[in-house]
């Protein structure tokens, strides 16, 4: 039976003992929430995601040096007591250059989560609510989206709208944004639209409907609530994929260009020189795979956590 709170509590359960049952009942997300705290990879991960969001916003709290200085004198200087990292072929401090870098490659991953999240929930919540030929024609838009590589298809739009010296800051990023969301939107959509058709047919939606409820209401009150949680947890996975390929397209000198600084862009600038001055290529490197390692298990423990069968 359920008591006044709607909680179900085991029938002939009265007095302190009907209290107590209904003390230790907890939602899903409370759980969740409870599982998280106690796995170590997610705080690891949300303790290597909070430095390196604070590094992306403040990067003066890290390092003095300014990143666009060049001393040619100190060309390809090793690491020392005034350049933690060493120096640069251009002079450049590493460490200045790795800080400040982290800014434009979060920004990427961000940016690019953003607009892929909405355009797959938007697109994938119509498709499946609506169903029939919109649907199908959606899913046949999608699965040519999928038939092209991310990362192939990434390096052709880049190569066709390259940035160049004269772009502004934001220009450069925002077409590295653009790239990665036309290609990163159709896994979206279609985990949306799984996670929609789960839902539609429960009887809360159709009770909704049955009284009149307007499509628009059905979807922000009942459908969208229930059939979020896959989406989001599966784009802190990608934030980390994101990122991954911004540096890749930088690597390629296709990607972000000055005046963006970037971990890729690092790398790329020191890969003529891994012989001579390799400190140019491992710090910009560890930062990046630390920073893509701690959102993909941000992503893995948030995914066991609201995973019951999992538990």
Do not use: C
Not at 28 to 34: G, K, M, N, P
């Amino acid at each position: 039976m359920t008591d006044q709170t709607g909680v179900i509590v085991a029938e002939g359960t009265t007095g302190p003992e009907a209290a107590e049952t209904v003390g230790q009942a907890q939602s899903l997300t409370q759980e969740a929430w409870r599982e998280l705290r106690r796995n170590p990879l997610f705080v690891i991960s949300l303790i290597l995601i909070t430095v390196f969001i604070v590094m992306a916003i403040f990067p003066s709290l890290f390092t003095n040096a300014d990143p666009n200085k060049a001393i040619l004198k100190l060309s390809n200087s090793a690491p020392s007591k005034d350049a933690w990292f060493g120096r640069d072929l251009q002079g450049y401090d590493v460490l200045a250059r790795t800080v400040y870098g982290a800014r434009a490659s979060i920004i990427v991953g961000i940016m690019t989560t953003l607009v892929t999240g909405f355009l797959g929930v938007l697109i994938g919540t119509i498709a499946a609510y609506y169903g029939g030929i919109l649907d199908t024609l959606v899913m046949r838009l999608t699965d040519i989206f999928f038939a092209i590589p991310f990362l192939l298809g990434g390096i052709l739009f880049m190569s066709t709208f390259p940035n160049d010296v004269n772009s502004s800051y934001w220009s450069v990023v925002g077409k590295v944004v653009l790239a990665l969301s036309i290609l990163g939107w159709p896994s979206i959509a279609r985990l949306m639209r799984g996670a929609v058709l789960q839902v539609k047919p429960n009887d809360y939606v159709q009770a909704a409907r049955a009284l009149g409820a307007s499509p628009w209401r059905i979807i922000r009150s009942h459908i969208l609530p229930n059939a979020m949680a896959p989406v989001m947890v599966v784009s802190m996975i990608n934030l980390g994929a994101y990122i991954a390929a911004e540096a890749s397209l930088s690597f390629l000198g296709i990607g972000l260009v000055p005046p963006a600084i970037s971990w890729g862009v690092a790398i790329s600038d020191s890969l003529n020189l891994i012989r001579t001055a390799p400190w140019i290529l491992i710090f910009p490197s560890i930062f990046l795979s630390l920073a893509v390692l701690a959102f993909i298990m941000l992503g893995d423990a948030v995914r066991d956590a609201f995973d019951p069968k999992g538990r």
